[in-house]
């Protein structure tokens, strides 16, 4: 038997988001106007239709009931990106910047799912309203498009609930509010703490406030657009470079252990294993890559040693967070080091964080079942509880996680198939696959660093945007969409 969805409070939801869209690209125009550019007339179009369908639409929502379930949470949650893209693109179409649709909505949904991955090849030609409506979209899809919604949802009647649950899928095991949407705002304002104050440090290093600002969004959000085509790379300083990756690390972390820090909880900071397992990482796969980059055999300095261990620390971050900034052409390394990196793409930060790919925790907890079970085969009658920080994991989170890893690596596989398939060369197609679903954005051969996706085949491209969002919504919120039984009672 079909069920009746909640269609009224569907249009309720995505009329509000589109307004937030409206809102961001008429003041996108504020930039053109202020460079003194025609393109701010597109964004004043552009903004002009967001607002218009988010009027109707939130019309059309009048009188709903508010109670939303599953079903519709995963059909907003998945529908408003794309939506977003749609509405998010038409900059790009109407100044020329990207005329090809294709390619227009792939550097879209990738700035909003903060992948980064693109397919310019010109970005220095480009407008600066075109650059910093770039940005933005990483900054706007960085804490989430719904999670930033929610601190203004309870404004039109609705707490959003079952939004963050959808859009948030990676385990959780702490609550910094009992309300989402306060919990929503709390995120919201160390968001914008972080983006303000590496804005600051990046201006006291020599970048413009332009530059700044855009870096910014696309540091703290792990997104990775930069305002070069040469990314961090253009500015040859140690500096910027390093306050670029120290930011990047913070943007890893779970946002919750800064209200916990704040609040002088911090042996909820120190005794976090997820947080402990991602700084060892990072420190031991840095080290690793920086001494296979010195060659000893021929004698070093230590200004060589340095520039090694930035370059790898840099890299490691930028990966493992799923930022996909660069300082240099990694594909110019030894293959091992690309398997360190194609290993911190699939991992990713930590749950809570911006970052895509699998999270820390999950990598933490599947560990540590596989651990146990082996002190099983050694001990078959003994009880040996997963505990993480402390606490006794409950068997139904185990299952999720690892039924999470399994159609990870299985999205992947498939996702190789299908982009060889398409035309797409080996290393290219696992690079981009891998980076996409886990929205790292530079990939491995002509997708690496030094390259970009627009020599991609179309229908990789639309099949890459596809994995950009099954990524970002964690695959289930997703894949579910594709099952008979969501359709049906």
């Known amino acids: 038997m079909k069920k009746n969805f909640n269609f009224k409070l569907i249009f309720r939801f995505f009329g509000i988001l589109l307004l937030v869209e409206a809102f961001a690209l008429l003041a996108t125009s504020l930039i053109a106007v202020y460079f003194h550019e025609d393109d701010f007339r597109w964004f004043l179009v552009s903004g002009g239709i967001a607002l218009v369908a988010g009027t109707i639409a939130i019309v059309f929502g009048r009188n709903a009931s508010p109670l939303i379930s599953r079903r519709e949470g995963s059909l907003v949650v998945t529908f408003v990106w794309i939506l977003f893209s749609v509405v998010g693109m ?5 100044t020329g910047s990207i005329p090809a649709v294709e390619d227009a909505f792939f550097e879209t949904i990738s700035g909003f799912t903060t992948t980064g991955a693109s397919i310019l090849n010109n970005i220095e030609e480009l407008s600066y309203s075109i650059l910093f409506w770039r940005s933005l979209t990483h900054w706007m899809g960085g804490l989430g498009i719904i999670g930033m919604s929610l601190a203004i949802l309870p404004v039109f009647g609705s707490s959003g609930a079952q939004l963050f649950a959808t859009e948030s899928a990676a385990p959780s095991f702490d609550k910094i509010h009992p309300k989402v949407a306060e919990i929503a ?5 160390i968001y914008i703490v972080l983006t303000v104050a590496e804005t600051v440090l990046l201006r006291f290093g020599g970048m413009g406030w332009f530059d700044a600002v855009c870096h910014s969004f696309g540091t703290v959000a792990t997104g990775g657009f930069s305002t070069k085509q040469a990314s961090i790379a253009y500015w040859d300083s140690a500096y910027i470079q390093y306050v670029i990756a120290v930011f990047m690390m913070l943007s890893g972390v779970n946002f919750t252990l800064y209200y916990f820090g704040f609040k002088t909880k911090f042996s909820k900071v120190f005794e976090n294993e997820e947080l402990k397992t991602y700084l060892s990482l990072i420190v031991v796969f840095s080290l690793t890559i920086a001494l296979s980059l010195v060659d000893f055999s021929t004698g070093f300095s230590w200004a060589e040693i340095e520039e090694a261990w930035r370059n790898a620390f840099f890299n ?14 990694y594909m110019t390394w030894s293959t091992f080091t690309w398997i360190i990196l194609l290993f911190t793409m699939i991992t ?6 911006t970052s895509g790919a699998m999270k820390m925790v999950r990598l933490v907890l ?3 079942y596989c651990y146990y079970e082996f002190q099983k085969i050694i001990h078959p009658n003994a009880v040996v509880p997963v505990k993480y920080n402390g606490k006794i994991v409950q068997a139904d989170i185990i299952t999720k996680v690892l039924a999470f890893v399994i159609l990870y690596m299985f999205s992947i596989g498939v996702g190789v198939l299908v982009l060889t398939f398409s035309g797409m060369p080996f ?3 696992i690079g981009g696959m891998i980076t996409c679903i886990g929205g790292v954005g530079p990939g491995l051969g002509l997708v690496g660093p030094a390259g970009n996706f627009a020599a991609v085949p179309e229908f990789s491209k639309w099949f890459l945007s596809f994995a950009m ?8 919120t997703v894949l579910v969409l594709f099952t008979p039984t969501f359709w049906k009672k």
């Open 90 to 94: 038409l900059p790009y179409l109407f």
């Open 469 to 476: 969002l099954l990524g970002r919504l964690e695959l289930f």
């Open 348 to 353: 990713g930060a930590s749950a809570g964080s």
């Open 427 to 429: 290393m290219e197609a």
């Open 316 to 329: 490691v971050i930028s990966t493992m967070t799923t930022t996909g900034f660069a300082t240099v052409d």
């Open 185 to 189: 705002k709390r995120l919201l304002l």
């Open 366 to 368: 599947a560990a540590k």
